[in-house]
């Protein structure tokens, strides 16, 4: 069975952060499956296609297209639409964050994610960061963490991040942003954001990256040797 890691929590909890580096640190490979949803909604948006009239254009463009992760060297995923890998400033973009959990919410877009994202474990230790894949990509996981943080200190660090919100934006305006995309994601018919019943909550608020990462990392090393054992 493939090992797998899940992280899973809010908009700008930090899970990227840690899971890239406790990829580095297990020796395994990190999946960010927010980049893979905000993919598919810079493709919708390239296409000019609106969410709601154009919706049967959008489930049937999913039968074409395929958003996966191919390892790009001994360490490293890369994520790679139709063929070509994919950069990151087109969806790491106001108007991508504004659009994708609307794009998350499509029953049909779910099922068809569900099924990249598991074809994404063929290689090996997964290290794997969202909103459902304690619950829902991977329920039988063994290591499993809700990553989570205050309002505030999540507004924050949104905010110190290049190009991932509009110019001249407050702390106010960015907690408002979140707290929208918190309420879709987790009030959406299928797979919302939750804590899986069996996942560690880890609250980063007060603690370093390096600090979250040591906890999380002692957690899988503790979990793996009593299921060693
Ligand atoms: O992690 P992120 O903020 O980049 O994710 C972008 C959006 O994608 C998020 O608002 C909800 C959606 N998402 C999801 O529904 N399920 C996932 N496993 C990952 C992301």
Same mark, same amino acid.
């Given at each position: 069975?493939?090992?797998?890691?899940?992280?899973?929590?809010?908009?700008?909890?930090?899970?990227?952060?840690?899971?890239?580096?406790?990829?580095?640190?297990?020796?395994?490979?990190?999946?960010?499956?927010?980049?893979?949803?905000?993919?598919?909604?810079?493709?919708?948006?390239?296409? /000019?296609?609106?969410?709601?009239?154009?919706?049967?254009?959008?489930?049937?463009?999913?039968?074409?297209?395929?958003?996966?992760?191919?390892?790009?060297?001994? /360490?490293?995923?890369?994520?790679?639409?139709?063929?070509?890998?994919?950069?990151?400033?087109?969806?790491?973009?106001?108007?991508?964050?504004?659009?994708?959990?609307?794009?998350?919410?499509?029953?049909?877009?779910?099922?068809?994610?569900?099924?990249?994202?598991?074809?994404?474990?063929?290689?090996?230790?997964?290290?794997?960061?969202?909103?459902?894949?304690?619950?829902?990509?991977?329920?039988?996981?063994?290591?499993?963490?809700?990553?989570?943080?205050?309002?505030?200190?999540?507004?924050?660090?949104?905010?110190?991040?290049?190009?991932?919100?509009?110019?001249?934006?407050?702390?106010?305006?960015?907690?408002?942003?979140?707290?929208?995309?918190?309420?879709?994601?987790?009030?959406?018919?299928?797979?919302?954001?939750?804590?899986?019943?069996?996942?560690?909550?880890?609250?980063?608020?007060?603690?370093?990256?390096?600090?979250?990462?040591?906890?999380?990392?002692?957690?899988?090393?503790?979990?793996?040797?009593?299921?060693?054992?």
């Amino acid at each position: 069975m493939t090992e797998i890691i899940t992280l899973d929590g809010p908009a700008a909890s930090g899970k990227s952060t840690l899971a890239s580096k406790i990829a580095d640190k297990v020796g395994g490979f990190y999946i960010n499956t927010g980049d893979m949803y905000r993919t598919l909604t810079w493709m919708i948006t390239e296409k /000019n296609l609106d969410l709601e009239a154009d919706r049967s254009t959008i489930i049937s463009l999913l039968k074409e297209l395929y958003i996966h992760y191919e390892k790009c060297d001994e /360490n490293h995923m890369q994520l790679i639409c139709d063929g070509k890998p994919v950069d990151q400033k087109k969806i790491r973009n106001p108007e991508i964050t504004k659009k994708v959990s609307q794009v998350a919410a499509i029953p049909e877009v779910r099922d068809w994610m569900v099924k990249c994202q598991r074809k994404c474990t063929e290689v090996g230790l997964v290290v794997m960061e969202g909103r459902d894949i304690g619950t829902v990509v991977f329920p039988d996981a063994h290591y499993k963490f809700f990553v989570t943080a205050s309002p505030l200190v999540r507004a924050q660090r949104r905010l110190s991040q290049d190009g991932e919100v509009t110019e001249n934006a407050t702390v106010e305006k960015v907690a408002e942003d979140i707290a929208k995309r918190d309420e879709l994601d987790m009030n959406r018919k299928i797979a919302p954001l939750k804590q899986a019943d069996d996942a560690i909550f880890v609250d980063t608020s007060d603690l370093t990256v390096d600090q979250a990462v040591d906890q999380i990392v002692n957690f899988v090393n503790e979990k793996k040797s009593s299921i060693h054992a």
